[in-house]
């Protein structure tokens, strides 16, 4: 590898580092910290202390994770419970509050990988003795199989980085048939070589996604892999019930000794899935058995801010770190009405967006968003936005564009919603009937919800969406978003909207190709302006993650990379004995 490729490689993986760091000391969009403002435990703060080894975990929830086959797993949340679990990745990110938790570090690499060809070609060696839940070891042909499995269109849902960066992959379809990449080499039983259509010297960051986690070949199954993946973690699955009970015990071969970032700390950890939210909360507060030992999955609810905020006893045991994903209201720009452009601009002043704040939990959890890119991606500046600034909305805009779209008298629209999020589309329902839209609510189970909006022959009008960036790059956001060519019958994760306009990609095909991380950076930021103007979302919040914890958990921290979901690698109990389960 030349000194030139191995300087362009650390000076993008610095700058998208120092990038990301700079926007997690400063949010506000005023020059200072809005840090004296939020709710719960200070950044970078580790909630309980340092763990002990044994006892149960117990993890309450209100859904079933959508996937946890690692081909397939693409929600950030469900990323974490995964990668930090179950499977292992080429490289991770360190195990750290705050700053620090956006850098990576090898995981089943023995370093973050060496490139030559100019950023095309990435080599990877995997550490020895590395090895599977039955003893078995961990070969570099697992990685490639399951990059491989990554193609299957039965598998759906899940990153496509390999679609886009591996050479070679016009009209491939998978291994299941037999056919295997010729861009991914495996001389032997520790060696992986990445053959890249372009130069990416950020390719480092790509490795710790779930895709590039080993899966044997003799272990396929098919879409029924989601029940059962096999484990090169230190926990393996003993028992799942899909939406009720999913149970995780010691993998007796996973050594620690060579893995620099998972604690694992509980001896078992149980996950009970299809409560109520409300009730989650209620239990954690009071923290009785075995909820003194659990933690929430999802997000605390809006109501039950009341409840905590001004008892300072459970506040100290409450994680809101910013999730650094934009919340946005996706617009079906592949038929009517949302195909005419004067009526997607008129959705832009049309939504009252302090209603969705209020909706969300107010304004301790949540930033008015008038960008596409978080802060995390724009050094923590907020731009005013093509739209202007204001938090309700501008109802005489809004008509005027109507009138000018051929609908002076609203129009008749859908949206689909998580039973989560009923209540945020029921303020979107009542702002937009002030310009005489009309709009139907359907919510769907969260497990699913995914999988419904990403069907894109029968996808609403409109849906709640969002997007976190996979690492601190531009190029982890806006591409996956707003390229047509991403676009997918079933299983259309980002690009929700359906949006394809060929200079948009043109110039997102110039950016990716740019050496200079600082110029590629703000090249992504005037380009988020120019797809503003094309109006395919409306930019709706900028979120925390509320998760509450019980008296008895220790370890917990929001994880930047996760988007502010605890760091399962390193939670565990203060006192094992008193755990239940």
């Not at 694992?264 to 909360?281: C, E, H, M, S």
């Not at 008038?370 to 809004?398: C, E, F, H, I, W």
């Not at 839209?437 to 969002?466: C, N």
């Amino acid at each position: 590898m030349s000194r030139q490729t191995r300087a362009l490689s650390a000076s993008l993986s610095a700058s998208l580092t120092l990038a990301l760091l700079g926007a997690c000391t400063n949010q506000s969009g005023d020059g200072g910290s809005d840090e004296h403002k939020r709710p719960g435990v200070a950044t970078g703060t580790i909630i309980g202390g340092t763990p002990k080894k044994g006892g149960t975990l117990t993890v309450l929830s209100n859904q079933d994770f959508g996937h946890l086959d690692p081909a397939r797993n693409w929600v950030m949340p469900t990323m974490d419970f995964g990668s930090r679990l179950l499977y292992r990745t080429l490289t991770t990110f360190k195990a750290a509050p705050g700053n620090k938790g956006s850098e990576i570090v090898p995981d089943l690499a023995t370093d973050l990988g060496k490139s030559s060809d100019g950023g095309r070609t990435w080599t990877f060696t995997l550490k020895p003795g590395l090895k599977y839940e039955d003893g078995t070891p961990i070969r570099a042909q697992d990685v490639k199989y399951n990059v491989e499995r990554s193609f299957a269109p039965d598998l759906v849902g899940g990153p496509d980085y390999a679609q886009r960066y591996l050479a070679g992959t016009e009209g491939y379809t998978g291994p299941l048939r037999g056919k295997h990449l010729e861009s991914i080499k495996t001389p032997d039983d520790r060696t992986i070589v990445f053959s890249l259509r372009r130069p990416v010297a950020e390719f480092s960051y790509t490795v710790t996604l779930p895709t590039f986690s080993p899966v044997p070949e003799s272990r396929e199954k098919g879409v029924q892999y989601d029940l059962r993946p096999f484990s090169s973690g230190p926990y393996k699955i003993e028992s799942y019930a899909r939406g009720k009970k999913l149970v995780l015990v010691r993998n007796p071969h996973w050594d620690p000794a060579t893995d620099p970032v998972r604690k694992a700390y509980p001896d078992r950890i149980v996950v009970q899935q299809g409560l109520k939210g409300g009730q989650i909360d209620d239990r954690i507060i009071a923290g009785e058995g075995a909820d003194a030992s659990a933690v929430e999955w999802s997000d605390m609810q809006p109501s039950s801010i009341a409840k905590v905020l001004p008892r300072p006893e459970v506040k100290k045991r409450l994680s809101a770190e910013r999730t650094g994903c934009t919340d946005m209201l996706a617009l079906n720009t592949s038929r009517a009405p949302f195909d005419n452009l004067k009526l997607r601009q008129a959705m832009q002043y049309a939504v009252d967006k302090s209603a969705q704040v209020t909706a969300s939990g107010g304004p301790a959890l949540n930033d008015m968003a008038n960008g596409y890119l978080p802060p995390a991606l724009t050094g923590g500046r907020r731009a005013d936005g093509l739209y202007g600034r204001s938090t309700t909305g501008d109802v005489a805009k809004a008509k005027k564009l109507l009138a000018e779209g051929g609908k002076p008298n609203g129009f008749a629209t859908t949206i689909t919603v998580s039973t989560g999020d009923k209540t945020r589309a029921e303020a979107l329902q009542q702002s937009l009937s002030r310009v005489g839209v009309r709009l139907q609510i359907q919510t769907v189970d969260p497990s699913v919800y995914y999988d419904t909006i990403g069907d894109t022959k029968h996808a609403p009008d409109m849906a709640m969406s969002g997007w976190c960036p996979d690492y601190p790059s531009g190029s982890t956001f806006l591409p996956f978003v707003f390229d047509g060519r991403t676009i997918k019958e079933k299983g259309n994760q980002g690009n929700v909207s359906q949006f394809r306009d060929k200079a948009v990609e043109k110039r997102m095909d110039e950016i990716a190709a740019m050496s200079d991380a600082a110029s590629a950076n703000q090249a992504w930021i005037s380009l988020d302006s120019v797809i503003q103007s094309k109006s395919p979302a409306v930019p709706l919040l900028w979120k925390r993650k509320p998760l509450l914890v019980g008296d008895n958990i220790a370890g917990a921290f929001g994880h930047a990379a996760w988007t502010g979901q605890f760091d399962f690698a390193v939670i565990g109990l203060k006192d094992p004995s008193k755990s239940e389960g």
